[in-house]
């Protein structure tokens, strides 16, 4: 007999907000919500709460935003509430066991992968790094270990050839709300069966590192597409053009053979086909919209046209070059400017 269960929910980011919306829809009680404190944002660092917050004020529900999961007054609380599940999406902390063992039925989490792959913290970009044309998203019972715990059910999809990866997450956001709201309902029903991960094929997706945005032109034109697309668009892959921080915010592959010039260079002639042409290890890049630091997006054709010396074959770094004759160059990456 299928029954109404009371949940806290554990989430931070609107990738959350988009599941707490679905289960606040549904039958099930939503107890309390647990989220990251209020974090200092813009110019002016206000403190702002954050997007699954500011949805659990909205609903009246009561909010717990400790500065650890891991305090004794955190765990009375969740035991005070008693919940019959935790449900947990991209949280953003570790819970311990002490947590994870107050909720009737456990916790259940929503990764947003298809599990052993990708386990960590950006699965997201992280397939699409790797050129994997497929991911998912997979809900687990949780369990001690990173992304370990026992499988309830996956659900497969795809990644298009130029997906980004806001768009992918704006995607899985979605499937995870539709898979949770379906495992809830499995648990109101009766036991729920779980299938133990192959730990012996299991990759990981390590958060990402800024320096990991900047666009290495000695890879082969497919790879720096890819980092576009998984930066895209925040926090957004770069390069520089002389001293000047250049994002490149679309790009796409022009040409996949080898090139005679230097990886980097930006071609004289990219100007007759109407676009902003750079070559890589092997094969040519074109960037299709770019955003110069303190500026406002633009297609790369006109940022091209608004450079001075347009016509001529100049470089592209991964630093800041002052000596705009090109010559100037690191080992590995190219460190001239155009």
């Not at 679905?22 to 403190?47: F, N, S």
């Not at 007054?73 to 994870?100: C, H, K, N, S, W």
């Not at 369990?143 to 050839?161: N, P, T, V, W, Y």
């Amino acid at each position: 007999m299928t029954r109404s269960l009371d949940l806290v929910f554990m989430g931070t980011p609107q990738y959350a907000a988009v599941s707490l919306r679905r289960l606040l829809a549904g039958p099930h009680r939503v107890r309390a919500v647990v989220t990251r404190a209020d974090k200092a944002r813009g110019r002016g660092q206000e403190l702002k709460p954050s997007p699954v917050k500011e949805l659990a004020l909205e609903a009246g529900i009561e909010v717990l935003d400790p500065a650890s999961p891991r305090t004794p007054e955190f765990a009375a609380r969740l035991r005070d509430i008693a919940p019959d599940l935790g449900v947990v999406v991209a949280y953003g902390r570790i819970l311990p066991l002490q947590v994870l063992t107050i909720p009737r039925y456990g916790c259940i989490n929503a990764h947003g992968s298809l599990l052993p792959a990708l386990r960590g913290a950006a699965p997201i970009e992280r397939a699409i790094l790797a050129g994997h044309t497929e991911t998912g998203v997979t809900i687990m019972q949780m369990s001690e270990g990173l992304d370990e715990g026992d499988m309830i059910s996956a659900r497969a999809l795809a990644i298009g050839a130029q997906t980004t990866a806001e768009e992918l997450r704006e995607k899985m956001a979605q499937l995870s709300a539709q898979l949770l709201v379906e495992a809830v309902g499995r648990f109101a029903a009766g036991p729920v069966a779980a299938t133990p991960q192959d730990n012996a094929a299991a990759t990981f997706a390590p958060p990402l590192r800024k320096e990991e945005a900047a666009l290495d032109w000695s890879e082969d034109a497919e790879a720096v597409v890819r980092r576009v697309r998984a930066f895209a668009p925040r926090p957004g892959a770069f390069t520089f053009d002389g001293n000047t921080r250049l994002k490149v915010l679309e790009a796409k592959v022009a040409e996949a053979g080898a090139s005679p010039d230097a990886a980097g260079t930006v071609l004289a002639d990219g100007a007759a086909h109407g676009g902003l042409l750079v070559t890589c290890g092997r094969g040519v890049v074109e960037l299709v919209s770019v955003q110069p630091e303190g500026r406002r997006p633009m297609s790369g054709s006109d940022y091209r046209r608004g450079r001075r010396n347009a016509d001529t074959q100049r470089r592209l770094g991964s630093s800041p070059c002052a000596d705009a004759s090109g010559a100037a160059e690191t080992t590995g990456r190219p460190n001239a400017s155009l």
